[in-house]
């Protein structure tokens, strides 16, 4: 399998960005061996493009951004005008991802991300499911892509496993949404790592590696050789990004949301080229595997 492009998450490098952080992370992305960078596009980190894109284009590099809603804009709301905030909110991640010459928006950008209160309401789901089909339409127009990221039980009620993403997906019924797969949450909630990526074929859109402890790749108890089996097995061609997270860095609204407690790691270069060697022994592993026809 040759994936289109390896990513890795901005916050191994930084958990602001200055003009000085954005360098020091897309220098430092390039350096490690990776040819995109993930940005979560957090208020606090106010991204201009006009000071980022040019840095991005420097070192060559693709983006995504990565979004997640909170209560005041969370579109599984009953209410109205916390549906219509969150519309606005995606709609504009999807333009600052747009102008960053970005292709993919992608998180949990179909509900809060938090430990969830109760289960999501019939009326809520049907606030997503259209809020998302807009959202798809805006962003698709723009060239931009969304991924709806699965997460684990104490971060959304919504989306826990990709059979679920899919149905979500069924029901959104837009080509320009996709599934986000991620084995972190995958080893939470689901039955085995292959499983799910053999369900989602030619629908997933988009991949984070993250080990179970969210550290360093190959240190914690994720089947990685599963994985990458079944990614081999469907002929994926998209992204594969590395995602992991350490005290040692932090955005606080978004570690925190995550409860990123410990420092897993201190250095992000060590971290970050062990993780581009880790996925490249997993991917050397399945090239004897021809993918089924698609
Ligand atoms: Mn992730």
């Given amino acids: 399998m040759t994936p289109e492009s390896f990513g890795i998450h901005a916050l191994v490098w930084t958990g602001t960005w200055t003009p000085a952080d954005a360098r020091k992370a897309l220098s430092g992305t390039r350096q490690a061996g990776y040819t995109r960078i993930e940005l979560p596009l957090l208020d606090t980190w106010n991204i201009d493009?006009?000071?980022?894109?040019?840095?991005?284009?420097?070192?060559?590099?693709?983006?995504?951004?990565?979004?997640?809603?909170?209560?005041?804009?969370?579109?599984?709301?009953e209410?109205?005008?916390?549906?219509?905030?969150?519309?606005a909110y995606l709609k504009k991640s999807a333009d600052l991802v747009?102008?960053?010459?970005?292709?993919?928006?992608?998180?949990?950008?179909?509900?809060r991300l938090g430990r969830p209160e109760k289960p999501v309401s019939p009326r809520g789901r049907a606030n997503c499911v259209a809020t998302l089909r807009t959202v798809a339409e805006h962003a698709g127009n723009l060239g931009v892509k969304l991924g709806l990221e699965l997460c684990n039980r104490y971060e959304t009620p919504l989306l826990n496993t990709a059979?679920?993403?899919?149905?979500?997906?069924?029901?959104?019924?837009?080509?320009?949404?996709?599934?986000?797969i991620d084995t972190y949450h995958m080893h939470i909630e689901e039955t085995d790592m292959a499983t799910p990526v053999l369900a989602c074929g030619?629908?997933?859109g988009y991949v984070h590696v993250g080990e179970s402890h969210r550290g360093p790749l190959g240190t914690g108890t994720v089947d990685y050789p599963s994985f990458f089996r079944a990614l081999a097995t469907i002929g994926y061609t998209g992204p594969v990004t590395f995602e992991s997270f350490s005290s040692a860095v932090l955005a606080p609204e978004l570690t925190h949301a995550?409860?990123?407690?410990?420092?897993?790691w201190t250095d992000s270069t060590t971290l970050a080229t062990s993780a581009r060697q880790f996925i490249d022994a997993q991917i050397r592993a399945v090239d004897p595997i021809r993918p089924l026809s698609r």
Avoid at 163 to 173: C, F, H, K, P, V
Avoid at 258 to 264: A, K, N, Q, T
Wanted: proline share 5%; aromatic share 4%; hydrophobic share 40%.
């Fill in 49 to 77: 493009p006009a000071v980022t894109k040019p840095i991005v284009d420097e070192f060559g590099l693709k983006v995504t951004g990565n979004q997640f809603l909170t209560e005041v804009n969370d579109i599984t709301s």
């Fill in 79 to 87: 209410d109205p005008q916390i549906v219509a905030a969150g519309e």
């Fill in 98 to 111: 747009a102008a960053l010459g970005g292709d993919l928006l992608c998180g949990t950008v179909y509900s």
């Fill in 163 to 180: 059979r679920q993403a899919l149905d979500l997906l069924d029901e959104i019924d837009h080509p320009n949404a996709c599934v986000h």
């Fill in 202 to 204: 030619t629908r997933l």
């Fill in 258 to 264: 995550l409860c990123i407690w410990r420092d897993l």
